[in-house]
């Protein structure tokens, strides 16, 4: 069973410009998930999807971050502008169900760097 | 809101030896889950443990076990004989099984594995 599938998997930019991320969960998982992971920090829950509503994008900064899961499938983090603050780990989850014992499987990560 | 503390940043054990990392967690919730995963070098999140809050018999995964103490709210992870292989981060996470079902991460426990 092939894993969550995220790129690219690091990425550098300047401040202001704009950048996305992609992330392919696995195959029949209802439930996506974006956090960011802050070096010296746990992650942090930006958005939840279930199929392709969203279920909780409390801790998403709105103003200048996006997400799309268009179909229920594969998943899109937009940033724009970026500010430095956002140099992070964004980690890629999903599970078969949003339920609350339901696994949660991981993807390696896109490590951000904004300079 | 809950909050996950892991008190000791940086761990170390000698291979074969066994080690304890502690996490306490702050809730109002009577229902939930607890979780302790392992995330390497390589960036990718890997469960290593979970535990039910409504079940009073502690986890085991092989080498690993819990002590769960809920009216404590404590959930420490044993590693019994420690391999080179443990070295990496560990992160104790909180999920409700009310709502949300997103993981709350504590700040994590960089454990290192000496020979």
């Known amino acids: 069973e092939a894993g969550v599938a995220q790129s690219p998997r690091y990425k550098i930019i300047e401040k202001r410009q704009s950048v996305a991320f992609w992330c392919n969960p696995i195959?029949?998982?209802?439930?996506l998930y974006w956090y960011q992971q802050i070096l010296g920090q746990g992650p942090k829950l930006l958005i939840q999807f279930q199929n392709n509503g969203v279920v909780d994008d409390s801790q998403l900064p709105k103003d200048r971050f996006s997400a799309e899961r268009l179909k229920g499938v594969d998943s899109t983090l937009k940033i724009q502008p970026a500010k430095l603050e956002d140099s992070a780990v964004y980690l890629c989850a999903s599970s078969f169900s949003g339920l609350a014992g339901g696994e949660q499987y991981f993807g390696p990560g896109t490590r951000l760097t904004v300079t | 809101a809950q909050t996950v503390t892991q008190s000791q940043p940086e761990m170390s054990v000698q291979e074969a030896e066994t080690v304890t990392l502690s996490c306490t967690y702050d809730?109002?919730?009577?229902?939930?889950?607890l979780f302790w995963y392992k995330q390497p070098p390589s960036r990718q999140m890997i469960l290593v443990i979970r535990?039910?809050?409504?079940?009073?018999q502690n986890a085991t995964e092989n080498r690993f076990s819990v002590n769960f103490q809920k009216a404590a709210k404590s959930f420490s992870l044993k590693i019994s004989d420690s391999q080179l292989g443990d070295a990496a981060m560990y992160f104790c996470a909180y999920r409700s099984a009310d709502s949300g079902y997103a993981l709350n991460f504590g700040k994590g426990t960089s454990l290192l594995v000496t020979p």
């Open positions: 535990q039910e809050a409504y079940k009073q």
């Open positions: 195959s029949g998982h209802a439930t």
């Open positions: 809730t109002s919730e009577s229902d939930y889950y």
